[in-house]
């Protein structure tokens, strides 16, 4: 099987964890017989820099032809001074709203092997931490007006948050079949006490569990499920919310399983074609250092491989070399518990060897 890969290497630690990801992929098209054709797609910060713009056209016609996307991470505060229209963020977003994609997959898994790096503590921690988070992705505040003023002498700023039915409805049904996968329990994130958005958002989520009658459909607080993430996550099986509060809960969620460096994330709408990231940003402070853990970017190439590919073999090889790794002992900086410290690319060919 052929398949075109677009690859937006990014700022900072971006180019080598996506460089590790890559050597994997090639693991996996020579023991299994397929082939990856690469294509660069700069975006970000140093899309700035070389074109003057986060998303430069030729890159996003790159990714709009290609059969998926791989990512590193862009921004840093060199960027930081770029007027708001033109950070390396906003290339992300039009990214994502260019392609369609709606809806945001986040593990939260812990590693067996890591369960010492769980800042948890330790009888919460051994209940177990395996949840996703299924977060709306293209709607929301995020993607609503801005708009800055002055008003009687100050200066004023305003964000606007809404939603639509066939938005909430067609992010609901992803949490709901993915449940049906799992433990077949959703829980629907929301504000519903005070937001409008967060009213329309319990009502629709309720219209979709009828037609799932074997899952259940829990509704909660976004404060609460802050705290109950943290006292027992155990209870979680797949989380749906919209973008802001999926954005704050799935970091979260991310850092209680002992490193942000080990999460990977698909971003998915209709189709196959999909955009495939480590959670984690950019790291500039260790940036050409071989000090980042490539672990979330390869985790991420195995969910393109399952989602996006239908490779579900391929990317259980995937998936299997790395906890073979770990379970050796191989362990990057941010996961080491004293012993032998690995490099970026020491990480990424140990886990090529267990392919």
């Not at 994997?24 to 397929?34: E, I, Q, S, T, W």
């Not at 590693?111 to 709306?136: K, M, Y």
């Not at 700023?157 to 938005?167: L, R």
């Not at 209680?256 to 998915?268: A, F, L, N, Y």
Request: aromatic share 6%.
């Amino acid at each position: 099987m052929n398949k075109s890969i677009a690859v937006i290497r990014g700022d900072g630690i971006g180019p080598e964890i996506v460089g590790e990801a890559i050597r994997v992929l090639d693991a996996v098209a020579a023991k299994f017989g397929h082939t990856f054709t690469y294509h660069e797609a700069p975006m970000g910060g140093n899309a700035i820099d070389a074109f003057g713009v986060p998303l430069p056209d030729s890159s996003l016609e790159t990714c709009l032809s290609c059969d998926s996307v791989l990512l590193g991470a862009v921004g840093g505060p060199k960027w930081d001074a770029q007027p708001p229209a033109n950070r390396p963020e906003r290339g992300l977003l039009r990214l994502r709203s260019a392609m369609g994609l709606y809806t945001n997959i986040r593990p939260a898994r812990m590693f067996a092997d890591l369960s010492a790096a769980c800042p948890l503590r330790s009888d919460i921690a051994a209940r177990g931490i395996d949840f996703v988070v299924v977060r709306e992705l293209i709607g929301g505040v995020y993607f609503g007006s801005h708009s800055t003023e002055t008003v009687d002498g100050e200066q004023k700023a305003t964000d606007i948050m809404s939603y639509s039915e066939h938005e909430i409805r067609r992010v609901a049904h992803v949490a709901f079949q993915m449940a049906r996968k799992r433990r077949r329990r959703v829980t629907s994130v929301d504000k519903a006490n005070v937001l409008d958005c967060s009213r329309l958002w319990r009502r629709v989520v309720t219209e979709v569990a009828a037609e799932y009658p074997d899952v259940e459909l829990l509704h909660m607080y976004v404060d609460n499920a802050a705290m109950q993430i943290v006292r027992d996550p155990s209870q979680f099986d797949v989380i749906v919310t919209e973008n802001l509060f999926g954005d704050i809960l799935s970091d979260e969620a991310s850092q209680i399983t002992g490193s942000i460096g080990m999460i990977p994330s698909s971003s998915m709408g209709e189709g196959t074609r999909g955009l495939y990231e480590p959670i984690h940003g950019s790291a500039p402070d260790i940036a050409g250092q071989d000090k980042a853990n490539p672990i979330g970017t390869i985790l991420a190439a195995a969910m393109m491989l399952r989602y996006s590919f239908d490779m579900a073999a391929e990317a259980d090889a995937v998936e299997a070399a790395v906890d073979a790794a770990l379970k050796d002992g191989c362990r990057c900086g941010d996961i080491a518990q004293g012993g032998a410290v690995l490099g970026c690319r020491g990480m990424g060919e140990a886990i090529c060897q267990r392919i």
